[in-house]
């Protein structure tokens, strides 16, 4: 991705996808549910919504951590 090449990787890890994407395609049963930054890409709502997972993030010198604390009802 340094020089200017597209580097496409499946991850099922969010810490991971969220620190080293630049963008990001989030999928549901297949299906595109959102695609761009990985801060507006992997917000709460979405979170919940596909994951059915609560939690929070927060910001660091490495970037974006998204921090799961509860499981909720889908």
Not at 38 to 60: C, I, K, Q, Y
Request: net charge negative; glycine share 8%.
């Amino acid at each position: 991705a340094r020089e200017g090449k597209t580097v496409v990787v499946s991850l099922h890890d969010l810490a991971l996808a969220s620190r080293y994407c630049d963008r990001l395609v989030l999928l549901d049963r297949g299906e595109v549910v959102s695609d761009g930054d990985p801060r507006d890409v992997l917000n709460a709502a979405r979170m919940r919504a596909v994951f059915a997972v609560g939690g929070h993030w927060s910001e660091t010198p490495q970037g974006p951590v998204f921090q799961p604390i509860e499981m909720v009802e889908k």
